[in-house]
Nanobody, 123 residues
Framework: EVQLVESGGGVVQPGGSLRLSCAGS????????LGWARQAPGKEMEWVSG????????HYSDVVKGRFIISRNNANNTVSLQMTRVTPEDTAKYYC????????????????RGQGTQVTVSS
């Protein structure tokens, strides 16, 4: 059974930084595409970032490009999202997601998703 467990959420001031982490288990971590999605209150789920199995190719939505950095460590089955220069519009529940393919290219939902971690940007 695929399990994805997020950590690192919290309250951060506008302009600040926060690092989210996700630990994966129950699947061959190094062969799956991984990423992050988020959902703000009253809004649909939004893809944020994705990374290829070999970590050679990160991808970002236009909204976070240049501010967020995704990385993965296949040796310890983790994927992280370094968030910088956050704004109140980044407030959302952030989910670690995984799939065999880069699901966002087809505007599809990812195969697996964690329980999420809340990020609140507020002064």
């Amino acid at each position: 059974e695929v399990q994805l467990v997020e950590s690192g959420g919290g309250v951060v001031q506008p302009g600040g930084s926060l690092r989210l982490s996700c630990a994966g288990s129950g699947f061959t971590f190094s062969t799956w595409w991984l990423g992050w999605a988020r959902q703000a209150p009253g809004k649909e789920m939004e893809w944020v970032s994705g990374i290829s199995p070999g970590a050679s190719t990160p991808h970002y939505s236009d909204v976070v490009k240049g501010r967020f950095i995704i990385s993965r460590n296949n040796a310890n089955n983790t994927v992280s999202l370094q968030m910088t220069r956050v704004t109140p519009e980044d407030t959302a529940k952030y989910y670690c997601v995984a799939d065999f393919h880069p699901w966002w290219r087809n505007d599809a939902a990812p195969r697996s998703r964690g329980q999420g971690t809340q990020v609140t940007v507020s002064s």
